[in-house]
């Protein structure tokens, strides 16, 4: 190691006068570039944080036809109700880490006193989240609403009001996991936090599926799915970044 | 140390934080300008992290304040991070990621665009810390004393008047001691300030290290 070497090339020498008067904000684009890249990169290193949530999905589903019987119209009956639970444990119970591991190695720190923009962050985090784990459930619903018999018209349906619900989800549990970084065992607390603010989701979620399945129109569940979703994009990262800065600081 | 809050860069006033129970620090206050080198001691306990900490913003105190330029640095939090590089007691680096991808997010989040330039000045941060042969290896695989060393290579990205510096030289061997007082002497030669608590006793050119016994 060479102890007086000096860095050269550094964009701004170690401590040069100038420091603090520039403005050191990056662009929104570069930032949310860059925390997108690192979640997808740990993600892609560390498989267990995106296949457990779609595991989960696939198993839960599956075992209802064994444990509710065989019966093709029970089955369907119970089809978007069993479909849309499934999907909100999966994508809740995963997010419950959504930012434990940052904190635990000393990241969430640095994110938190970086001086950028920490909704912008929580957002990026968030969708890269979905990415991984929302959006394969998506990918095989079709195949379980099949195993469950469900009408195949209504397929289309469910994807539409996944696609839009895990979303909605995933920001919620955002708001939870970073009102709970920090504690252990946060599970329970984290459902009962983020319970009732997903109930709306599943009501209208389910029911689209249910009025597609026997024929109705779905246009008002989706919007007020779209609705929700757009009220949580604009207020959750928000929500969620504030919570994160008490979070940090509740520790020591 | 007596503390001038209007002059001075950084001052700290009168710090009081309960852990339940226990008065964990006790009107604590310093103050810090262009050039201080403060070492903060204390057993094991004593609130050493919990004061840089505070004082960075990151944890909360139930009496007191910390100033940045003559103003709270919760109304100027943007400037005073802007300000701030933080080395806290966790290594602050993705065990999954590379030493380049780790510095390359700092640089990201430190204001750099990702150009060359930026590459450039990573690679030499990581030469300048023998770090070159591993940082194509996730930080995870390294030892401590070389996650330490990724961590410290911040030093040389950002450009910020005040280093806090939680246990920099934690499972460093002989040679990277050596290099964080060389770079501690440098940054304040040059007019930055330095926040730290270790327990070894430093040895700086041309630099008073001023100390705070906590406990």
Redesign the interface.
């Known amino acids: 190691?060479?102890?007086?070497?000096p860095?050269?090339?550094?964009?701004?020498?170690?401590?040069?006068?100038?420091?603090?008067v520039?403005?050191?904000?990056?662009?929104i684009v570069?930032?949310i570039g860059?925390i997108v890249r690192?979640e997808w990169?740990?993600a892609l290193?560390?498989p267990g944080q995106w296949v457990n949530p779609l595991l989960f999905f696939i198993v839960v589903v599956s075992l209802f036809p064994l444990g509710v019987g065989p019966s093709p119209s029970t089955l369907a009956s119970i089809a978007p109700g069993v479909l849309w639970v499934s999907a909100l444990l999966a994508v809740l119970l995963s997010l419950g880490a959504l930012f434990d591991a940052d904190y635990?190695?000393?990241?969430l720190?640095?994110?938190?006193?970086?001086?950028?923009s920490l909704p912008l962050i929580v957002l990026a985090k968030v969708l890269v989240h979905w990415l991984l784990s929302g959006l394969p459930l998506l990918f095989v619903s079709p195949l379980l609403a099949l195993l469950l018999n469900l009408p195949v018209h209504a397929i289309p349906v469910l994807m539409v009001s996944l696609f839009l619900g895990t979303l909605t989800l995933s920001f919620v549990g955002a708001i939870g996991a970073a009102l709970t970084v920090g504690l252990n065992q946060a599970g329970v607390l984290l459902s009962l936090l983020v319970l009732p603010l997903s109930v709306p989701v599943l009501i209208f979620g389910s029911s689209a599926v249910v009025a597609a399945a026997s024929g109705l129109g779905v246009a008002g569940q989706l919007l007020v799915l779209a609705a929700l979703l757009l009220l949580a994009l604009a207020l959750a990262p928000l929500t969620a970044a504030l919570a994160l800065r008490i979070g940090?600081?509740?520790s020591? | 140390m007596s503390v001038d809050q209007k002059n001075s860069m950084l001052s700290v006033n009168n710090l009081t934080v309960w852990r339940g129970d226990n008065l964990l620090l006790d009107k604590i206050s310093f103050a810090l300008n262009s050039g201080d080198v403060l070492q903060i001691k204390g057993a094991n306990g004593s609130g050493k992290t919990t004061l840089l900490r505070v004082t960075c913003g990151v944890g909360i105190a139930d009496e007191g304040e910390v100033y940045w330029n003559g103003i709270p640095i919760h109304k100027s939090r943007d400037q005073f991070n802007d300000a701030l590089l933080y080395l806290g007691h966790k290594p602050g680096i993705k065990g999954g990621l590379t030493a380049i991808e780790n510095l390359r997010i700092f640089a990201t989040l430190s204001g750099y665009s990702q150009t060359k330039e930026t590459d450039r000045a990573i690679e030499s941060a990581l030469d300048a810390l023998s770090l070159t042969p591993k940082s194509h290896i996730a930080c995870r695989y390294l030892s401590a004393g070389q996650q330490r060393r990724v961590g410290l290579a911040r030093l040389l990205l950002r450009s910020s008047h005040l280093w806090v510096l939680d246990e920099p030289l934690t499972s460093l061997d002989a040679a990277g001691l050596l290099w964080v007082e060389a770079q501690i002497g440098k940054h304040a030669a040059n007019g930055g300030a330095v926040l730290l608590t270790t327990h070894v006793p430093l040895n700086i050119d041309a630099v008073t290290v001023d100390t705070l016994e906590l406990g």
């Open positions: 190691m060479n102890s007086d070497k860095a050269t090339g550094s964009p701004v020498p170690g401590s040069g006068e100038s420091a603090g520039e403005s050191t904000t990056v662009g570069s930032l860059c690192r990169l740990v290193r560390n635990a190695d000393g990241t720190e640095q994110l938190v006193l970086s001086g950028q940090v600081s509740g020591s």
